[in-house]
């Protein structure tokens, strides 16, 4: 089955792929096309980096890996410890992220 064009591209996936690779948000891509959020992110799913995103989360990893080996306790359960405390006690992320946004 042929593509159709959309939005001055050749197709649905390219328009989301173009909008997203200039900044636009999923959920504002996914409003313009009249489609829903999930559509999109299969449209932009391989446009995505996955190899920054591995890097962060390899770096993110071995930023925790002091304090892990302290407490004796792998790198994936003091993450999970450490996200269970901050959500159970909203004020700690106003204090960590200082946004203004819980005032």
Known sequence: MPTKPFGGFPSRKAY???RYADGAQPADIAEEMGI?????????????????RRQQVSEIN?????????????????????LLTIAREPV???????DGAGE
């Not at 992320?93 to 200082?98: E, F, S």
């Open 36 to 52: 829903g959020r999930g559509a999109v992110y299969n449209y932009i799913a391989d446009k995505r980096d996955g190899t920054v």
């Open 16 to 18: 989301a792929r173009q």
């Open 92 to 98: 700690l992320i106003d204090n960590i992220l200082d």
């Open 62 to 82: 071995e930023a925790f890996v002091p304090a892990a080996e302290r407490r004796r306790m792998t790198v994936d359960t003091l993450k999970r410890k450490i």
